[in-house]
């Protein structure tokens, strides 16, 4: 079985251009998690879907961030526009179920802001 | 505010000895806890779990240790070998949420 995969792995952009990561979460899969990482915070979560559907955004940074699940194979996470400070690696992850349970990483998107 | 802390970024340790990965946590509603570990450029991948109705749960040679009253793991690594060369990191979440809140992370050298 595939596991999460995201795109791109690397991301090299300037300073107020739009970026836009995208995860496709494992199939059957019903909740999906983008978390960023950084050295200072570790992992931090961004947003939650269920079914779908955004659940919780509070970990969002700021309304430079959206991120949509158009179904339930496809999520993007778009920053508009970017700055160096958003440099970090963003992970995708997903799981079944809306409780406990295991959570499964994609190798993420390293993006840097220059 | 980090309500799940990793107070060491990082832990030498000799191939063979026992390592010991530390996390504490301070939201008592807590009552899933998880490991997970981290090789660069990879994403996280899940270790071992416990539940707060336990104490203590083993995995081969990883044991993870819940001491409830004190709000604090730890994951234990008997015998340690060079490739448990890695980022660990701790998270926890709560029933009834689905947030699974993760530490800083602890890298481990385990030395040959």
């Known amino acids: 079985d595939a596991g999460v995969i995201q795109s791109p792995r690397h991301e090299v952009t300037e300073m107020g251009q739009e970026v836009t990561l995208r995860c496709k979460p494992i199939?059957?899969?019903?909740?999906l998690f983008w978390y960023r990482q950084t050295m200072m915070r570790g992992l931090e979560l961004l947003i939650y879907?269920?079914?779908?559907?955004?659940?919780?955004d509070s970990g969002m940074p700021e309304d430079r961030f959206s991120a949509k699940m158009p179904n339930a194979s496809f999520s993007t996470l778009k920053i508009q526009p970017s700055e160096p400070r958003d440099s970090a690696v963003y992970f995708c992850?997903?799981?079944?179920?809306?409780?406990?349970?295991?959570?499964?990483f994609g190798e993420g998107s390293r993006l840097t802001v220059l | 505010d980090q309500q799940v802390k990793q107070n060491s970024p990082s832990l030498s340790v000799q191939e063979g000895r026992i390592s010991i990965l530390n996390c504490d946590y301070t939201n008592s509603m807590f009552d899933y806890f998880l490991w997970y570990k981290k090789y660069p450029a990879e994403g996280p991948t899940f270790l071992i779990s416990i539940s707060s109705i336990k104490d203590k749960n083993e995995d081969g040679r990883f044991t993870v240790f819940l001491n409830k009253s004190a709000k604090h793991l730890s994951l234990h690594i008997v015998p340690s070998q060079p490739g448990d060369s890695a980022v660990y990191f701790c998270?926890?979440?709560?029933?009834?949420?689905?947030?699974?809140?993760f530490g800083t992370g602890t890298r481990l050298k385990v030395l040959a």
């Open positions: 998270a926890a979440s709560a029933t009834g949420t689905y947030k699974y809140i």
């Open positions: 199939s059957g899969h019903n909740s």
């Open positions: 992850a997903s799981k079944r179920g809306a409780n406990t349970g295991e959570l499964f």
């Open positions: 879907f269920n079914n779908n559907v955004p659940i919780d």
